[in-house]
């Protein structure tokens, strides 16, 4: 449910872990999985320093059993979880291991290496390498479109797409990424990335708006996109709500 982006309440994080705390030593993998779950509710709460508690404990684990899938999961959430707290040379460390990872284990054309080549993008485009972040995302992004994905991998990967394509001055290409969200959102059943697209046009309608002369009367003028239904504090009563 978690990665099909499910409704889940503030107390989920502490039931996924009373149920790693309740089972025994032996089952492994259960626990290993469980703190993944823990790493993804996390991220579903906007819970930044618990999701980074929880992703470097699943690292941990899925090393121990040995689960090299396992371990390269984790490794982009906790490159994520990184970054949401503002370490981003170790995030960019994480995930350029993640890369590797993926590409040895599963080769250079699997989905794999293609979630590894978007998530690596944002760290990229973190530290100012635009043309880098660019290059991975031109090869990779379309593929995550059509394979295995989930919200924050959509919701990431396309947040740098646009702010990529904003820093190269692309319009157009702006644009597209904004619809190609939309379009994956509705396709996968991901309401709260509708609602992000919804935001990114909000957002970009008043980026083109800015310099406009406010006695300007041309149709070709763009105008603001309709307000999106939001109110501040909104995210204490309804911590899923934060990316919007």
Known sequence: FLYADR????????????QYESLPANEEVARATLLNSACLLAFRIGAMQAALDACTRA???MRRIGSVLGVNY????????QLHCGERREA???????????EE???????????AAVYLSLALHARGDIAGAAQKLS????????ADGWLDL???GYEVA??????????????????RMADTASRRGLARLVGLAAAFRTQTAALTMQGVESEATDDSVPRPAPALEWHPGAWRSTPSVWRE
Do not use: W
Request: proline content about 1%; overall charge negative; some cysteine.
């Open 7 to 18: 409704p889940v309440g503030s107390n989920d994080l502490a039931d996924v872990y009373r």
């Open 59 to 61: 690292v941990q684990e």
């Open 74 to 81: 984790c490794l982009f959430h906790l490159g994520l979880a």
């Open 92 to 102: 960019e460390a994480t995930l350029r291991e993640a890369d590797s990872m993926a």
């Open 105 to 115: 284990n599963f080769g250079a054309d699997s989905g794999l290496k293609a979630i």
């Open 139 to 146: 090869a990779s992004l379309a593929q995550i479109e059509t």
């Open 154 to 156: 959509y919701a990431e």
């Open 162 to 179: 646009i702010a990529n394509a904003i820093a190269r001055g692309d319009d157009a290409g702006t644009r597209e990424v904004i619809e």
